[in-house]
């Protein structure tokens, strides 16, 4: 058994090829980015999970259901409401089932895994915690919300700091921990080690349970570019470099290996640095990491 520890854009297109090389695996997920819009709970890291292990990603964006509409979307926006995020029919679906599942007293976890249940997902998607957590981006313009700053504010304002709100008292589910321990490895996928991963790690017991087991990172930059998203940003900001060193550093006494791409190998005295290309174009490329990620287990 394999931990995945994962945000919602960069890991997510790793699990897409590791999900055809090797079934049994778990994925952890962040929820310090889920946010209520228009009566439901909107878990934008989660559903990416879901919707790419059920085959159903819309792969040009890495978030929603191929191939959805916005009617009801554009419907609300004519009658004076601006969700603010772009919500498809279909994704509105999941969000609607999860918020009934909540309304009813279940938990986000036991939501989520039922959520897993209806798409036909063999392996479990567990929210980092079912405890409210928020991420805050402090920017030059006052202090907003992380899906305010990077969908609203299309990440343009500069950011002083980030905090996560309520991540001290955040405590895993069972669910979190049982697969931490089962788990003979964790992998970190390349998600923004900051706002997708630091929420995972920043939950007290997941850090210690993770110390007693082989931890394996994939870089989220090349050279000092991200994959994707705002990572860059937010690691300048709380004193990284924005580059694979500045990963290890942020990851130090977590990691065991980190996986960066070719020429962008280094010294580090606190993990191993393997090179290898670690671009993800398509689901071969996905594949092949994953296989490099395996034999490095």
């Known amino acids: 058994m394999i931990t995945f520890l994962s945000g919602g854009t960069g890991t997510p297109k790793l699990l897409a090829g590791f999900k055809e090389i090797h079934e ?3 994925v952890i997920v962040n929820t310090a980015e889920d946010v209520w819009v228009s009566g439901n ?3 934008p890291d989660i559903d990416s999970v ?8 819309d792969e040009e964006k890495w978030w929603g259901v191929r191939g959805d509409t916005f009617k009801t979307h554009f419907r609300l926006k004519s009658l004076g409401i601006d969700e603010g995020l772009m919500i498809g029919d279909l994704d509105r679906a999941t969000h609607i089932f999860r918020s009934e599942l909540l309304r009813k007293g279940l938990s986000l976890t036991e939501a989520t895994l039922r959520l897993c249940k209806a798409f036909e997902i063999r392996q479990k998607v567990i929210p980092m915690t079912d405890d409210e957590v928020s991420t805050k981006v402090i920017t030059s313009e006052g202090e907003m919300h992380f899906q305010e700053f990077w969908v609203i504010r299309k990440g343009e304002p500069e950011v002083v700091d980030v905090r996560i709100d309520g991540i001290g008292n955040a405590k895993p589910s069972d669910e979190a921990i049982k697969a931490i321990e089962m788990s003979e490895a964790a992998i970190i996928g390349p998600s ?3 706002t ?15 110390t007693g087991k082989k931890v394996i990172a994939v870089s989220p930059f090349i050279g000092d570019r991200p994959f994707s998203g705002p990572a860059g940003k937010f690691m300048r900001a ?3 470099s924005p580059s694979p060193e500045g990963v ?3 990851y130090r006494d977590i990691i065991d290996i980190l996986v960066v791409h070719n020429g962008d190998g280094f010294e580090s005295d606190s993990c191993r640095v393997v090179e290898t290309d670690i671009k993800i174009r398509n689901k071969k490329d996905a594949e092949r990491l994953s ?3 395996l034999e490095l287990l």
Do not use: D
């Open 24 to 26: 049994s695996f778990s």
């Open 41 to 43: 709970k909107i878990c």
């Open 50 to 57: 879901i919707y790419t292990l059920a085959g159903i990603i």
């Open 192 to 194: 923004n080690p900051v």
């Open 196 to 210: 997708s991963i630091g929420p995972i790690i920043g939950i007290r017991r997941i850090r210690e349970l993770l």
């Open 238 to 240: 709380l004193g990284f």
């Open 248 to 250: 290890a550093e942020f």
């Open 291 to 293: 296989k490099t990620i």
